[in-house]
């Protein structure tokens, strides 16, 4: 009976791997983290950097931190 009821629990994480694996792909290539370093270091706020940086992300498709 306990057998049984591992298959699901299998099969539900399976899926939320696969689901997770294939928007982390849409995600990479992509170059928002060497933006956001160059943004620091010409001087830029922090704030203004991560809001760029998320901006970044979204226009990939990444998930947002």
């Known amino acids: 009976m306990n057998a049984f009821r591992r298959k699901p629990v299998l099969l539900?994480?399976?899926?939320?791997?696969?689901?997770?694996?294939?928007?982390?792909?849409?995600?990479?290539?992509?170059?928002?983290?060497?933006?956001y370093h160059q943004c620091l270091n010409n001087g830029g706020d922090e704030t203004a950097c991560e809001i760029a940086y998320y901006n970044c992300l979204r226009s990939y498709g990444c998930p947002i931190p």
Request: hydrophobic share 60%; glycine share 0%; net charge positive.
């Open 12 to 35: 539900v994480a399976v899926a939320l791997m696969l689901a997770s694996s294939a928007a982390w792909a849409v995600c990479r290539p992509n170059n928002c983290a060497s933006r």
